[in-house]
């Protein structure tokens, strides 16, 4: 896992004879494998596997598999599937843990619906207006991709880019 061959780690985890109960440690290596592989499903099943019902609940751990199952659809091919998961990963920007988010967003201006453009606008919107707001000397998120939203093709995507500008207070 430290030299990064989380197909490695995968592979052995699931070669393991089935009456072998995995260490606590193997199953977290194991689950952030296969989070680092954007294997969603698999990584909440491992997740249940390592935290039973009635156990506390991992946050972080929960947080990264919503997180995989969300970009996980970012490239679907079905229309409404996207603008979902771009709607949530515009939600997410909102918040402070949100460098993930912020290169999946801009991916998102380069998608062929106008829709999930102007969703991956409203996402960025937020993530300007968030660093500014908690780094006001110095902005981690620059307002660039905005701009250049403002020249595209759908008026929704330029609209949902001038109403971000302005609730970023970006002159």
Do not use: C, M
């Amino acid at each position: 896992f430290q030299r990064n061959q989380y197909d490695h780690v995968i592979r052995l985890f699931e070669t393991l004879p089935s009456d072998h109960r995995p260490s606590g440690e193997l199953l977290r290596v194991t689950l952030l494998s296969y989070l680092r592989l954007g294997q969603a499903e698999a990584a909440l099943k491992t997740y249940a596997r390592l935290v039973p019902p009635g156990h506390q609940d991992n946050p972080r751990w929960l947080r990264d598999v919503a997180l995989s199952f969300i970009t996980s659809h970012a490239r679907d091919t079905t229309e409404h599937v996207r603008i979902a998961a771009f709607t949530a990963l515009a939600d997410l920007a909102s918040r402070e843990e949100n460098r993930e988010v912020r290169p999946l967003l801009e991916d998102g201006l380069l998608d062929s619906s106008p829709l999930v453009r102007a969703r991956a606008v409203e996402g960025l919107g937020k993530l300007v207006e968030h660093n500014r707001q908690s780094q006001p000397s110095h902005p981690a998120v620059s307002s660039q991709s905005l701009k250049r939203a403002l020249d595209d093709s759908a008026p929704a995507v330029r609209i949902a880019a001038l109403n971000a500008l302005g609730d970023a207070k970006d002159s």
